[in-house]
């Protein structure tokens, strides 16, 4: 019945494509909506001006939202639900996006303006396998709702350290995780994915089972080979979910040796002790007395405290103990509570961008802070005063990472232990002023330019385009290696041969 009317209303989009004045016509979005609320349960399909409808248009960067309207959102239930509405969004040529948990920065990155939106919000499933060694995980969950299940469980995952972030589109661009130093990223965790192809079938992809699939999907990103409904992926025992953490805060001027005790961190410390892990973040805010460095320090390992006061520092992170800091706050804590106190609120416009350099050289990152801060004062004079909040990241690649990914048949990002060890640059920025949109794009892309220029320059260049920090307007899969992108184009064309998900699916990186 439901099959029958759906055939009813493909063929009625064909007969009009057929009849129209022109030959490509392609009917409006609001037709494959009908369409799908018609093949679909009851309360599916969303349309504007509907309470679902505001809850669904709801994402973490307001560049997502601010004029932008997809025809309607749908919300599938499972994955046949998925592979129906895939169906007809195929059959009738339109255009469409997918929500994991919305949190890419960029417009369009999940939201179809005028096209449909796939939210995945009720792909909930969360179970743990009764040997404890892997987590189902259905694609509309946020990392919170992860460790809240598993914390209690005394198990964690290699999974997103912010509360919030979705587990989607984390887990398929790579995923940095406060585990990644013994187990790598989390998509080099994934036991199984459940996918829905562009043809809508159901799949599944694994070391046995559809190999390529599997590779590709490590890192070669949801929008060029399906929509996945499921991740299996592998759980580890950690007591309480319990790790240690310290945070400190450092006054701007200490960046040279804060720097250059995370580089070295890097370089020794992390390959020489897995467990440890920690990012750096330079900032700019009144509240800080402007200039500051945020250095977030994290063990796997929990010292012995009976009195649930902790002053022992793990080894590793012994030189940042003599860091001069505004502010240092130690704590045992369970995932769950760490990643929220982590979330970035919602509500600003954001822009992400990235690139990767060697990270043997301590000077490289020191050299690069004016150039940063040169974009800072840019930004904010141009602000004229509307709210600007700006960040440089150092996030780590070292070599036991490296090494971790090659688990598996390695991954689909192209990093080599001989490489290494490397370092993500970050640049980020959070702001009020729709105004300062083409600026901050514009002084983004400059920055990124300049710190690859550098890098070059003293031979300390990589490249790697971390898709889940990127730019609209960066090239990611070519970042990968030239054998790569290759790979991963025929592979896509072997599991889309028309090319459906490369017409249809825009707003994301494409191959
Ligand atoms: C506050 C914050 C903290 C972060 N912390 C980390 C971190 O600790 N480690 C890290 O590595 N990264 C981190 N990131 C980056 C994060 O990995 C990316 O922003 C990621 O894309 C977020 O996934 P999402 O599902 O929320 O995003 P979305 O915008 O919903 O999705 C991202 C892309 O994946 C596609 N997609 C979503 N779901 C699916 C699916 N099921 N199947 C196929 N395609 C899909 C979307 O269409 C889109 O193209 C963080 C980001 C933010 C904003
Ligand atoms: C996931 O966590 C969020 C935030 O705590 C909560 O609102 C939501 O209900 C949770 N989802 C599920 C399925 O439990
Ligand atoms: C995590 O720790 C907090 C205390 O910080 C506690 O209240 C909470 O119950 C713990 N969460 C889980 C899921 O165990
Ligand atoms: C970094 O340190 C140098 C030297 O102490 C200082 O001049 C500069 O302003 C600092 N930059 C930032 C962003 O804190
Ligand atoms: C560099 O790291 C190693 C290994 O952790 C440590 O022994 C050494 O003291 C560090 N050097 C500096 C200058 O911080
Ligand atoms: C800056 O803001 C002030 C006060 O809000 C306003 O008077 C002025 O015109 C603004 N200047 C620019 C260049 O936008």
Known sequence: MLSSGLNKILLGGLALATTGSCTWWTPPATAACKAIDFALPRGRVNYPDSPAYAKENTYWSSRQTDNIAPA????????FEVATTVTVLRGLNTQFSVKGGGHTAFAGGSNSDGGVTIDLMYLTALNVADDRKTVSIGAGNRWINVSEALDTQGLVVVGGRVADVGVSGLILGGGISYFSGMYGWACDNVRNYEVVTASGKIVNASPIKNKDLYWALRGGGGSNFGIVTRFDVAAYEQPGGNIWHNSLIIPGAANASAIAAYQNLTVNGMPADNKAHSY???????????YAVISDLFHAD?????????????GVFEPFESLPTIMKTKSIVNVSTLSRSINIPYGSRQTWWDTTVKATD???FTDIVPLWQAHVEKLQAAANGSAVTPYLAFQAIPLNVLKAMEANGGNALGLKQSDGPLMIVQLTAQWADSALDDLMEKSSEEVIGKINNLAKSRGLSHGFVYANYAGSRQSVFESYGAANHAKLKQIAQKWDPKGVLQKLWKGYFKL
């Open 72 to 79: 309607c959102f749908v919300t599938p239930y499972n994955a």
């Open 280 to 290: 750096m973040v330079l900032t700019h805010m009144d509240m800080l007395g402007g």
């Open 302 to 314: 929990l010292p012995n405290t009976a009195d649930g006061v902790d002053e022992s520092v793990p």
């Open 362 to 364: 301590p000077s490289l």
